[in-house]
């Protein structure tokens, strides 16, 4: 299955729909096609599965190599990033210890798209206290991007809402 049909899917799905991607992240017949499964996991709507999907990075049952990428697209999911970002920060003692040092900032990727002053605020201060050393410049640019997306969504939001509206 394409990569678009796949996130559509899993935007809209459901637990079924969940199981049935799991299993595709074991069985499909390819490491791409596993994979494909498995970065879409992030893109369901329902909270538990959010959550679900994030306590998995942490076990057996998703590889450390892997885990930066999905732990990334949680904090992307438009309906439940805030809360995969919280649970990142509760547990990023534990990520630390699971992931390689160099893909640490990977998962910073998501914040990107909590884009509102608190959000900013709220990641400056939450890596001025746990710091990627090793991705210093890195993890910058993703605050810097995030700022930048957030002044963005400041200067436009009553705008698009008008055209919206009309």
Do not use: C
């Not at 509760?90 to 893909?103: D, H, K, M, N």
């Not at 914040?111 to 709220?122: G, N, S, W």
């Not at 993703?142 to 509206?165: C, G, I, K, T």
């Amino acid at each position: 299955m394409r990569v678009d049909t796949l996130r559509l899917v899993a935007t809209n799905g459901d637990g079924e729909d969940f199981a049935r991607y799991w299993q595709m992240v074991h069985d499909g017949v390819t490491p791409q096609e596993q994979l494909r499964y498995l970065y879409s996991l992030p893109d369901f709507r329902d909270a538990a599965l959010v959550e679900r999907t994030v306590a998995m990075t942490l076990t057996d049952e998703i590889r450390p190599q892997n885990a930066p990428g999905v732990l990334a697209r949680a904090i992307a999911n438009r309906e439940h990033g805030e809360r995969a970002w919280a649970l990142v920060k509760e547990l990023w003692a534990e990520i630390e210890r699971r992931l390689a040092p160099s893909t640490l900032v990977y998962v910073a990727d998501g914040i990107r798209f909590l884009a509102t002053p608190e959000h900013v605020q709220d990641a400056g201060t939450f890596f001025a206290g746990h710091p990627i050393p090793q991705s210093a410049l890195q993890l910058q640019q993703h605050l810097e991007r995030q700022a930048v997306n957030a002044d963005l969504r400041r200067r436009v939001s009553d705008e698009l809402a008008e055209a919206f509206a009309s």
